[in-house]
């Protein structure tokens, strides 16, 4: 399993969050699962490639990049 995004030293995770932004605003997607889904993969493959075009073994996605599931039925 990856490593955790918070073992990472601090200007690598800036490095991650900035390309991260940079996929954001390239493909207009505002949030990771729906990058994924325009990229027909999943949110891990596409962190994971963020990472590794940063130069950084991937690591797991951290839960403050991806949105909580709420229950159906739940405000």
């Known amino acids: 399993m990856p490593r ?6 601090g200007s690598k995770q800036c490095e991650i969050m900035v390309a991260l932004l940079q996929r954001f605003t390239d493909s207009g997607a505002p949030m990771l699962e729906e990058l994924s889904e325009k990229e027909g993969r999943t949110p891990q493959a596409v962190w994971d490639d963020i990472c590794t075009s940063s130069g950084i073994d991937p690591c797991k996605v951290p839960d403050f990049v991806l949105p909580k599931r709420r229950s159906p039925g739940v405000d």
């Open 4 to 9: 955790d995004f918070f073992e990472i030293d």
